[in-house]
T-cell receptor, first 114, second 114 residues
Framework: AQSVTQLDSHVSVSEGTPVLLRCNYSSSYSPSLFWYVQHPNKGLQLLLKYTSAATLVKGINGFEAEFKKSETSFHLTKPSAHMSDAAEYFCVVTRMDSSYKLIFGSGTRLLVRP | DAGVTQSPTHLIKTRGQQVTLRCSPKSGHDTVSWYQQALGQGPQFIFQYYEEEERQRGNFPDRFSGHQFPNYSSELNVNALLLGDSALYLC?????????????FGDGTRLSIL
């Protein structure tokens, strides 16, 4: 079975400092991994995706994530936080033989202090 | 280029009633998935429609049903509403059903059951 674990329910950073949102996954097969962001009262926006190409994936708004198979991790990073980054972030897994459904982590709420 | 649109944005119902939620996919997309997001949790997969057929279903009772129309738009129906059905219902669309195709989400319908 597949699953994702987001290790922090809340992360608080100061504006201009680095962001690290942690995600570990479990999958019996080669996974596809995604990060989505959800702003208050909005749907989800795709930040980036990993689909077995380069292990370092660059996304929108300066975010990137590195797929580490040995650690079963897919952590999301950004060098410098902006106030507009404050939102809920979801790590998501799917796999090649279960193409239809995305399996979401429980989410990490990112707070950005001025 | 219109993204995924959902209607209505908010809905209030009472226990035992029935509700229909609607979704228009992003232009060029032919696959629609529905998710339920309870407060403070990640979205849970309900089902996916492709070529007007339900392709896969999550762990939801038969009270949840859907339909896809020839223009690829979709409806989610929930019968015999329970208090626990209160949630944000998200529609996502994609092009085809391949596992690595990113899904684009609408802003959701907030359903409240009294």
């Amino acid at each position: 079975a597949q699953s994702v674990t987001q290790l922090d329910s809340h992360v608080s950073v100061s504006e201009g400092t680095p962001v690290l949102l942690r995600c570990n996954y479990s999958s019996s097969y080669s996974p596809s991994l995604f990060w989505y962001v959800q702003h208050p009262n909005k749907g989800l926006q795709l930040l980036l995706k990993y689909t077995s190409a380069a292990t370092l994936v660059k996304g929108i708004n300066g975010f990137e994530a590195e797929f580490k198979k040995s650690e079963t991790s897919f952590h999301l990073t950004k060098p410098s936080a902006h106030m507009s980054d404050a939102a809920e972030y979801f790590c998501v897994v799917t796999r090649m033989d279960s193409s239809y459904k995305l399996i979401f982590g429980s989410g990490t709420r990112l707070l950005v202090r001025p | 280029d219109a993204g995924v649109t959902q209607s209505p944005t908010h809905l209030i119902k009472t226990r035992g009633q029935q509700v229909t939620l609607r979704c228009s996919p992003k232009s060029g997309h032919d696959t629609v998935s529905w998710y339920q997001q309870a407060l403070g949790q990640g979205p849970q997969f309900i089902f996916q429609y492709y070529e007007e057929e339900e392709r896969q279903r999550g762990n939801f009772p038969d009270r949840f049903s859907g339909h896809q129309f020839p223009n690829y738009s979709s409806e989610l129906n929930v019968n015999a509403l329970l208090l626990g059905d209160s949630a944000l219902y998200l529609c996502a669309s994609s092009s085809g059903t391949a596992y690595n195709q990113p899904q684009h989400f609408g802003d959701g319908t907030r359903l409240s059951i009294l």
